[in-house]
């Protein structure tokens, strides 16, 4: 049995919840990008260009060969090109996105906060606890925005199963299961290799970010960290984390070495009462769900739900533009980014 997509969004409350994400005063986000070499700079500049709450005011890169590569690339065409200081000086600029390597998140976000701006981190945000917790405090204390590049925020899926849980149609949910695959090059199996946690370490915050939000802070958090994948090198590369919570239990994994990961990633969330079932989560999605009773917009039994296309970044984006233009907090708290990274230190074997 099958729900339309039309019927599904419209009974859930995404469609309402999409409209009114954006609406607020009028004053356009005056952001700016600190460093371009991250994966995710691409999507997230091209979701503040499409977008009528954004504009793009400039743009550092500290690498000359890399700004002048980005010259040749039309996604950049038009864009202001400014040094660290004159981004940072720069009284008009309200939100600094800081597109970043590990190692180079806290002190890149320290000066965005000492500049009195709010700031959109890359993740993950360091390899300890304490310097992310004194820079989530600042910004507390300033009441500046701070929120992580977590890209699972906005998947209609994993959306879908929180609010049922929330009402509890799914009874109690006591197993979650969570995968996040990749198929790395060298380049970047030699940077997840500079971590212990590897390849846990890199990817799976992205899930973790969604897992606390039906378990919250886990009890106890037991961590396999191997390397299986035949490559001559370091990296753990084949790892799972199984994180108790009072009542059940979570299972988040990733493995760099997956021919077809993307289509792989999968959450699940399964009650006593309900289990909701979102694979892939990225690109065109797909989600199904099964009822013991029919509960909202779900029939009784197995059903299969188109999702469409899921962009990973205009969700985190449209949720800034609203908190700021409303001068309200975000949806992800500060405690929550804290818990978040001190999950996946713990899921890394990095924190105990």
Not at 61 to 81: F, M, N, S, T
Not at 277 to 290: N, R
């Amino acid at each position: 049995m099958s729900i339309d997509r039309r019927e599904f969004l419209i009974s859930s409350g995404a469609a309402m919840a999409a409209a009114g994400a954006a609406k607020g005063a009028e004053r356009k986000v005056r952001a700016a990008v600190l460093g371009t070499q991250h994966s995710h700079v691409r999507g997230k500049l091209q979701a503040m260009l499409d977008s009528p709450d954004y504009e793009v005011a400039c743009i550092c890169e500290h690498d000359p060969a890399v700004q002048k590569k980005h010259a040749a690339d039309p996604l950049y065409k038009g864009q202001q090109w400014v040094s660290e200081g004159e981004l940072l000086s720069d009284e008009s600029i309200d939100l600094v996105v800081v597109e970043c390597k590990p190692w180079q998140a806290i002190p890149w976000g320290r000066k965005v906060i000492d500049a009195g701006k709010h700031l959109h981190l890359e993740k993950p945000a360091g390899d300890t606890y304490e310097p992310f917790k004194e820079l989530v405090e600042e910004a507390r204390t300033k009441n500046l925005l701070l929120q992580k590049g977590w890209v699972l925020r906005g998947q209609a899926g994993i959306n879908a199963a929180a609010e049922a849980a929330r009402k509890g149609w799914l009874g109690h949910v006591h197993l979650i299961r969570a995968t996040i695959n990749s198929d790395r090059d060298q380049p970047q199996r030699d940077l997840e290799a500079r971590y212990p946690g590897g390849a846990m370490f890199e990817l799976i915050g992205h899930v973790v970010d969604r897992v606390l939000e039906f378990t919250g802070r886990p009890d106890k958090v037991h961590t396999w960290l191997r390397h299986d994948t035949g490559v001559d090198d370091d990296l753990k590369d084949n790892t799972l984390a199984v994180l108790e919570y009072s009542g059940g239990l979570a299972l988040v994994s990733t493995t760099a070495r997956m021919y077809g990961s993307g289509d792989h990633r999968s959450f699940e969330v399964i009650g006593t009462d309900g289990t909701f079932m979102v694979q892939p989560l990225g690109g065109h999605s797909k989600m199904k769900v099964a009822m013991r009773q029919a509960r909202g917009p779900y029939k009784e039994g197995w059903q299969a739900i188109d999702l469409g296309p899921q962009p990973r970044y205009v969700a985190d984006m449209e949720e800034f533009a609203r908190a700021f233009k409303t001068k309200t907090p975000l949806k992800y708290s500060y405690d929550h980014e804290l818990l978040v990274h001190e999950t996946v230190l713990r899921a890394s074997d990095m924190m105990s």
